[in-house]
């Protein structure tokens, strides 16, 4: 069975603060995929990374980070800087043996103040 | 291009309409999925299609069938539905296992 959790519900922070959204998860599978989406109000899941289970490598894109520990069965995702246009649903996401069907998380609500 | 189309935008039916939601895509994924979304809710897998075929129902209600008409089109058809299927309905695509391009889903009102 898999399992993802984002413990956080609701994070407000205010613009220009670093804020970081937690990812949990569990799976028996040695191979497995790791996704983080993001769902602005309009409704539309944007893909923002992909981790396989074999790179452990952190990976940085413009303010965003990810940070990628099996260990901890962790995949937390850093937002540098917040901007209002990140105010969001972020869903933390895993798949693995045939890999059609994904586990989401329950979501992270981000709301960036002005 | 990646970008999964989905028609209607926004849908208001009764319990007695017949309605079809449309999805396309032009990516050469052989995978399309539906997901319903409620608000606050993560997205929830109904169908998956693979090659045109379709390999996962997730046991969903017999008021609801999927169709694959080719590899680029996947569309949902909506018949005698309950007020508690109003929800977000959103199309996937992907070359498994990388990951799924959404579109920007329909949001359906059963009245």
């Known amino acids: 069975a898999q399992k993802v959790t984002q413990a956080q519900t609701e994070i407000s922070v205010v613009e220009k603060e670093d804020v970081t959204l937690d990812c949990v998860y569990e799976t028996r599978d040695t191979t497995y995929y790791l996704f983080w989406y993001k769902q602005p109000p309009s409704g539309e899941l944007v893909f923002l990374i992909r981790r396989n289970s074999f790179d452990e490598q952190n990976e940085i894109s413009g303010r965003y980070s990810w940070n990628f520990q099996k260990s901890t069965s962790s995949f937390n995702f850093t937002i540098t800087a917040s901007q209002v246009v990140d105010s969001a649903v972020y869903f933390c996401a895993l798949s693995s043996g045939g890999y059609q069907k994904v586990t989401f998380g329950t979501g992270t609500k981000l709301q960036v103040i002005p | 291009d990646t970008e999964v189309t989905q028609t209607p935008k926004h849908l208001v039916m009764g319990m007695t309409n017949k309605k079809s939601l449309k999805c396309e895509q032009h990516?050469?994924?052989?995978?399309m999925y539906w997901y319903k979304q409620k608000a606050k809710k993560p997205p929830e897998l109904m169908f998956v299609y693979s090659y045109e075929k379709l390999s996962i129902n997730e046991s969903v209600p017999s008021r609801f069938s999927p169709e694959c008409p080719n590899s680029s089109l996947l569309n949902l058809h909506l018949h005698a539905l309950q007020p508690e299927d109003s929800a977000l309905y959103l199309c996937?695509?992907?070359?498994?296992?990388?990951?799924?391009?959404f579109g920007p889903g329909t949001r359906l009102t059963v009245l």
């Open positions: 990516m050469g994924h052989r995978a």
């Open positions: 996937a695509s992907s070359r498994p296992p990388n990951e799924q391009f």
